[in-house]
């Protein structure tokens, strides 16, 4: 499951390419082996229906060409006829039974791979570029089911035809067929020179629309800050270079694919031209007991096998790219999630005890370590804050205690339970947050608040929005959706949703990072005695940059640069006149001067 690397010539089949293959008969497949024999059945009909066919019309074509009976002609067409009505039928069934198991498979397929991106940690979405993901979900999938449930199939068809036929041709006229098999190694090499430009193209055209569709989601997502800075133009030439090298590569791709089939149609003239000969000489020459139905037959019977060995042809094509999209929405499954339950982790802890950090380390990026040695402890049941500088580690702290991320060392006590020893589903629930980036769904806002707790009855969530000052706006909007990522919201509405869901799941930990940061000073006023009685009794540790808003706080505790420098309630900071008092006497003076 390597990153494709153009340039290298790579086997056609790689060992990654068989075990990927195995992998996905193993998963999707293996389980439909019954009614995948049924189809192999069916296919196989399919071909004695042309074998009989062949055999009919040889002997039609005696009874034209030796004057025989009228009747004879006449069964003839009948039970042609006939066999056209079962090979039809048959032909109907296949693709019914494999259509049916191929959108099991990408339903399956779909259903596992949006399982495992579930369990990935947020350092993964945050390196990934969204359209690699929905390239994975959506038409990596839908490729490789169409493929297997109606590109594999005909293929088997195909080739049962091929060998059925051929079986017939080389048993009624082994020398004939002989001659014919002269254009085979032409064929395989122009064969292995389509597949190995396929797969180097597919690789970089999948690469291409990867970036073409974060792109795009980019752009969307984006539009109020392109319009504001007129910047219409870049984006329509970013989206541009992205459609025009995806035409490139498309092209490349397709038009090595296209030179199969004149190929196999100058093969198959060859052969046409050599059978009329040789078969001609044969029938005229003595020393051959060949009749003209006989090779007449022969040819209607190359004319059956070329069609379908055109098919295979292509189909080897697709193959190759196929190939390259398994590999690559199995590239999924190489990410695996570091954040895990520990064996036999607890399910139960002292919510309310304290929250302690030893020692930790902490580094985004190992150039940059962020926390070196850090020690912190917050008060169960009180109300701590985390002020600094922006960028001095505040909400990666937030982060670190809901193992959105792990410490590299130290460690992190939730009472005496070291937080790696809790399962994370139940540490995770034991938390309320507010925080900086609020994600808001195109849903109405009382669904958005719900969000947090789908179980709550309705006069819980009144009473959230009320608490959060947004119950009117409930009222006036109704069920009307707020638009994608609440783009119809104002910031403090969105903060206010954010505060409200916070009310309503009411879990034992509550996490403001910037939660009022966006309201009005009269409204903040009023959440703020709300919010007062929710951290009553809960652990609170709170991220402001607004220190008058913090002062209440029974510690707070002062950031810069990931290290810790003060600590201590409002009043003692100010008395030590260090980096806590000169923030707040720099906004106290901006509010004054104001
Ligand atoms: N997901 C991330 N990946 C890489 N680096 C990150 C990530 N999140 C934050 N950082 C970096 O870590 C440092 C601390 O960020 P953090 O968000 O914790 O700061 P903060 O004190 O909360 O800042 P602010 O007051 O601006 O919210 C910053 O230098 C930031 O660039």
């Keep these: ?118 369990s ?64 085979l190694p032409f064929i ?6 389509v597949s190995d430009r396929v797969k180097k193209g597919q690789a970089e055209a999948e690469q291409a629309l990867g970036n073409y569709m974060n792109g795009i989601e980019e752009t969307v997502n984006g539009m109020r800050t392109v319009k504001i800075a007129s910047q219409e133009e870049v984006e329509k030439e970013r989206l541009f270079t992205g459609t025009k090298s995806l035409r490139h590569l498309m092209n490349r791709v397709q038009i090595t694919q296209a030179l199969v089939l004149p190929s196999i149609d100058l093969s198959s003239a060859f052969v046409y031209v050599l059978v009329i000969g040789g078969g001609g000489y044969m029938v005229l020459s003595p020393n051959f007991d060949v009749d003209g139905a006989a090779i007449i037959t022969f040819l209607l019977g190359m004319v059956m096998v070329f069609d379908p060995a055109r098919l295979l042809a292509q189909f080897f094509g697709a ?15 190489a990410e695996t999630p570091s954040i895990n339950d520990a064996p036999e982790a607890k399910a139960e802890f002292d919510t309310k005890g304290d929250i302690t950090l030893r020692n930790i ?86 669904d958005n608040i719900r969000y947090v707790n789908p179980d709550a009855t309705d006069e819980d969530i009144w009473q959230a929005a009320e608490n959060a000052e947004i119950a009117d706006l409930v009222r006036r909007r109704g069920d009307t959706p707020v638009g994608p990522k609440g783009a119809q919201l104002s910031g403090g509405q969105k903060q206010r949703i954010a505060i409200a869901r916070a009310f309503l799941r009411d879990a034992p930990i509550l996490l403001l990072d910037e939660a009022t940061s966006a309201l009005d000073q009269a409204t903040e006023e009023r959440i703020k005695k709300a919010l007062d009685r929710l951290t009553k009794d809960k652990t609170t540790i709170v991220v402001a940059h607004r220190l008058s808003s913090i002062a209440h706080a029974d510690s707070i505790f002062v950031l810069e640069s990931g290290q810790l420098v003060e600590q201590g309630k409002h009043e003692d900071l100010l008395a030590q006149k260090g980096l806590y008092a000169q923030l707040y006497q720099a906004q106290k003076k901006g509010y004054d001067e104001k």
């Design 1 to 118: 499951m390597s990153e494709p690397k153009p340039t290298k010539r790579q086997p056609l089949y790689s060992d990654a390419d068989k075990d990927n293959l195995r992998w996905f008969w193993r998963n999707y497949l293996r389980k439909h082996s019954g009614k995948l024999l049924i189809v192999l059945g069916l296919i196989l009909v399919q071909g004695l229906v042309y074998q009989q066919f062949l055999a009919m019309t040889e002997s039609g074509l005696r009874v034209i060409f030796e004057a025989g009976a009228m009747r004879d002609l006449i069964m003839v067409c009948i039970v042609v006829f006939l066999l056209f009505t079962v090979r039809g039928i048959v032909s109907f069934l296949a693709p019914m039974i494999t259509v049916k198991i191929s959108n099991q498979a990408i339903y399956e397929m779909r259903r596992d791979l949006i399982g495992h991106l579930m």
């Design 120 to 183: 990935l940690d947020l350092a993964y979405f945050e390196r990934t570029k969204s359209g690699e993901i929905i390239q994975k979900l959506v038409t990596q999938t839908q490729q490789i089911g169409v493929f297997v449930g109606l590109g594999v199939a005909n293929a088997i068809r195909d080739a049962v035809t091929v060998i059925v036929v051929s079986g017939y041709l080389i048993w009624k006229n082994p020398l004939l067929f002989a001659s014919a098999v002269v254009v």
């Design 361 to 446: 380390t902490f580094s985004y990026d190992p150039e940059q370590p962020l926390f070196d040695g850090l020690n912190m402890s917050f008060k169960g049941g009180h109300v701590s804050a985390i002020v600094g500088a922006t960028g001095s580690g505040k909400t990666t702290i937030l982060s670190l205690l809901s193992r959105l991320y792990d410490v590299q060392s130290g460690e992190i006590t939730f009472g005496d339970t070291p937080v790696r020893d809790l399962q994370v589903a139940r540490l995770r629930g034991a938390f309320s947050v507010v925080a900086q980036d609020i994600v808001i769904f195109n849903a109405s806002i009382w």
């Design 319 to 333: 193959l190759q790219s196929n190939l390259v999209l398994l590999d690559r929405v199995r590239a999924l499954y």
């Design 188 to 193: 395989i090499v122009v064969m292995n020179f």
